[in-house]
């Protein structure tokens, strides 16, 4: 009787293995994903969440990859914030060339790291990007004139763009899914990025610059260093985050990343090393992850100059077509994309010339002062850093069970997208710089939250074997639509790129539409990621 009785136990525990291996291996066809890979990544974020947990390792990491996001919009603004003196220095055609340079090299850089990313791994994009950034950031505030500082600039844009589609995978990947709320969190740093630059800049330009009244091309460079004392300082800044990253802390490839390889004994050594610093021990074996696969053969770590090499030359589109597998990815992946370019020409056709703008209003009021429009454009920062606040303690708050889900990624995005576009509509509106500046803080708050969403819904929708790919396209397009949005602002401003209290409307108006029609596409994005744990 009790052998029976222990034989019928035995019959069920298989059976409910083969329905729960069965229901893995559904899910992983759903998410575009292979069954192997999937159970691996079940057994390593159990290991994450029951044993490793949250600790001393995650912090770092947080710390770290946050500067990668400071980085990048340290130097967003930072081209914004000193497109006012080089124009009055060096006298361009068109000053907004320096913004077209700039995301011509974020594009090629997005698309380089995010692809290499999932090719060679997360760790050489992720300490190479702020390196390659710092080093040409520092050369363009050298720049004899407007042909070469619009090059080096380019040069910069090609490193600073691989940051933000590969920081947040990283990231995503080395934490338990009960703390993926803190990928959200990481935009508080994106948010600092933009205030460390202003306030550089506040000390800097208003206290070594040009009268305004001077007209441009008849300002000597030894009455304007601010905007280059300004650059060489965000270069070093940025040289010191690597040296944080490279010289510091010890970066762990990611473990999901290696087992998608193949390397199942590096992504064990990979999580007890996690584990130890974080005072833990783990219970997965090696031969966990090889028993799923049925091979026991250890793959050798491979050279990297050979890796990169091999990457390129075989070179396909095998992370692309799974991001596109069935219908709800289709839908998904393209309407991700498509919010991402949208944003990308609405962002910067507001921020990019945001400096311009505060002065033009200035003017109009009898206010030009240089150290006034700084001030102005110090406070619209501080305002950004409560909106990822907001935006975290929202992502995941009173949700429901069953069809309608309260609260969670996509409601929060929607509306913060939406009351993005209102408030710079009501921008438009704007008769007196209280209000220019009152509406200008309120964007900010709204659009850092948005970003805070965005930046952490998009590679949680993703599967880590293509997680890279899938952020580099979305980052490729936002890049491509800041592209479009010089363009857009030369076509409505005067032949001298400048802009007056009426001129700025027109750039603003496109900007607020564009970001209205982001929202409305945000609530038909048919997978919610908040409440569930990252593949």
């Given at each position: 009787?009790?052998a029976t ?61 946050g ?12 081209l ?31 698309t ?81 990025g ?16 040009c ?35 490279f ?27 996690i ?32 890796s990169?090499?091999?990457?390129f ?46 002065s ?13 429009t ?25 949700r ?22 209102l ?6 509106t ?9 509406y ?44 479009i ?51």
């Open positions: 009787m009790t009785h222990g034989t019928s136990d035995a019959a069920v525990q298989e059976d409910k293995v083969a329905l729960d291996y069965d229901i893995l291996s559904q899910v992983g066809r759903a998410e575009g994903i292979g069954r192997d890979y999937q159970l691996k990544c079940d057994l390593i974020n159990r290991c994450f969440q029951e044993e490793i947990g949250f600790g001393r390792y995650q912090w770092q990491l947080f710390v770290i990859t500067l990668g996001w400071l980085a990048d919009n340290l130097w967003l603004q930072g914004a914030i000193v497109l006012p003196q080089v124009q009055q220095e060096l006298n361009p055609l068109r000053v907004e060339y320096a913004v077209l340079a700039e995301f011509a090299g974020l594009i090629v850089g997005a380089t790291w995010g692809i290499m990313a999932d090719l060679v791994g997360r760790t050489l994009s992720f300490n190479v990007t702020l390196f390659l950034a710092g080093l040409f950031g520092l050369a363009a505030a050298g720049a004899p004139n407007f042909v070469i500082f619009c090059s080096l600039i380019a040069c910069m844009g090609f490193g600073i763009g691989g940051n933000l589609p590969v920081d947040g995978a990283l990231y995503l990947e080395h934490i338990p899914q009960s703390h993926q709320w803190t990928l959200t969190l990481l935009s508080v740093w994106w948010a600092l933009q205030l460390v630059a202003s306030l550089i800049s506040w000390a800097f330009i208003a206290n070594f610059s009268n305004p009244s001077i007209p441009s091309g008849q300002c000597a460079k030894s009455d304007n260093m601010g905007w280059r004392y300004t650059l060489y300082t965000l270069g070093a800044l940025t040289f010191l985050m690597f040296i944080c990253r010289f510091v802390f010890d970066v762990q490839e990611s473990s999901k990343f290696l087992v998608a390889q193949g390397r199942d004994e590096e992504a064990i050594k990979v999580l007890e090393h584990a130890t610093c974080n005072g833990r021990t783990i219970t997965l074996k090696l031969e966990d992850l090889q028993a799923i696969s049925g091979d026991t053969t250890s793959k050798p770590v491979p050279n990297l100059s050979t990169v090499w091999n990457s030359s075989k070179m396909s589109l095998s992370h692309v077509r799974p991001l596109f597998s069935n219908r709800r990815l289709v839908i998904n992946t393209t309407l991700i994309i498509v919010i991402w370019g949208l944003i990308g020409i609405a962002y910067p056709l507001f921020n990019a010339y945001l400096p311009l703008y505060l033009a209003q200035g003017s109009a009021s009898g206010s030009s002062s240089v150290s006034e700084y001030r102005n454009y110090s406070i619209v920062s501080v305002l950004g850093i409560p909106g990822s606040l907001i935006a975290c303690a929202t992502v995941d708050y009173t429901g069970s069953g069809r309608w889900l309260v609260g969670g990624r996509k409601l929060v995005l929607a509306v913060s997208t939406m009351l993005t576009g408030f710079l509509f009501l921008f438009t704007s008769k007196t710089t209280a209000a220019v500046l009152g200008s803080c309120a964007s900010g708050l709204t659009q850092n939250a948005m970003y805070g969403v965005l930046y952490a819904y998009t590679p949680e929708v993703f599967p880590a074997p293509h997680r890279g790919t899938g952020d580099a396209l979305c980052s490729a397009l936002n890049r491509i639509g800041g592209l949005a010089p363009l857009i602002k030369i076509a409505t401003t005067p032949l001298s790129g400048t802009t007056s209290a009426n001129t700025a409307n027109g750039p603003v108006f496109v900007s607020a539409a564009l970001f209205m029609v982001a929202a409305i596409l945000t609530i038909l994005l048919p997978i919610e990621t908040a409440g569930k744990m990252a593949l």
